[in-house]
């Protein structure tokens, strides 16, 4: 079963704008990460984040997590036609010793030149 | 390896054949994982190792679904007698680390399945 869940669906914005992505989950976790794939592609890994971190960031990507409203964003700033692809956060189950990462449906984000 | 290698790239088969899908991880990586990706849909855990042990395997849908990684490195996803619903891209990811280690995924460009 999916834990996250990404928000919107998909996503389409003018070059140079910035794009936001939510992500809510349903249990309590150790960190969040953050996916890019495009066109079907391998999943390329971009931030985590811990369950006691509340901002990072990364370049042209900033991350927040509330554990408290078990939700997290992600932003591009300044987006670039590159940035075309589908993004997944993925969740760890958040109980001890479980690692697996759980992902989420994902946002189909679309730049437009 | 550089990366995470998988094996065969596409792979068609009649439904009712096994299929043994195969990944190579990245050399030294103690955590592997076996995910499925339908069309438009975030990946799906199926079950992942550490080391050679198979430490969760609740993704997997069914009997007909096995895994193993008998010396901890090169692992195997079998799937006996397919059937069309089993059509999809399945993804293998390692990671360096284990326990309390967390960390980034590397994934494979995937094996694609087609039951026909």
């Known amino acids: 079963s999916q834990q996250g869940e990404e928000d919107p669906q998909a996503l389409s914005i003018q070059e140079g704008e910035n794009a936001t992505m939510n992500c809510s989950y349903k249990?309590?976790?150790?960190?969040l990460q953050w996916y890019r794939q495009n066109s079907g592609r391998g999943l390329v890994h971009l931030i985590l984040?811990?369950?006691?971190?509340r901002e990072k960031h990364s370049g042209r990507l900033r991350v927040t997590l509330d554990t408290s409203k078990k939700s997290s964003s992600l932003l591009i700033t300044a987006s670039r036609a590159a940035d075309t692809a589908s993004y997944f956060c993925?969740?760890?189950?958040?109980?001890?010793?479980?690692?697996?990462?759980?992902f989420g449906q994902g946002t189909r984000l679309t730049i437009n030149p | 390896g550089a990366g995470v290698s998988q094996s065969p790239r596409y792979k068609v088969t009649k439904r009712g054949q096994d299929v043994a899908l195969r990944c190579d991880p990245i050399s030294g990586h103690v955590s592997l994982y076996w995910y499925r990706q339908a069309l438009g849909q975030g990946p799906e855990f199926l079950t992942y190792?550490?080391?050679?042990?198979?430490?969760?395997k609740s993704g997997l849908p069914n009997d007909r679904f096995s895994a193993e990684r008998p010396e901890g490195s090169i692992s195997t996803l079998t799937i006996q007698r397919t059937e069309q619903r089993d059509s999809a891209m399945y993804r293998c990811?390692?990671?360096?680390?284990?326990?309390?280690?967390?960390?980034?995924?590397?994934f494979g460009e995937g094996s694609r399945l087609t039951v026909l």
């Open positions: 984040i811990r369950s006691n971190e």
């Open positions: 993925a969740t760890d189950a958040g109980i001890q010793g479980a690692q697996k990462l759980v």
């Open positions: 190792f550490n080391y050679e042990a198979q430490q969760d």
């Open positions: 990811a390692s990671r360096p680390g284990d326990r309390g280690s967390g960390g980034e995924l590397f």
């Open positions: 249990t309590s976790i150790n960190n």
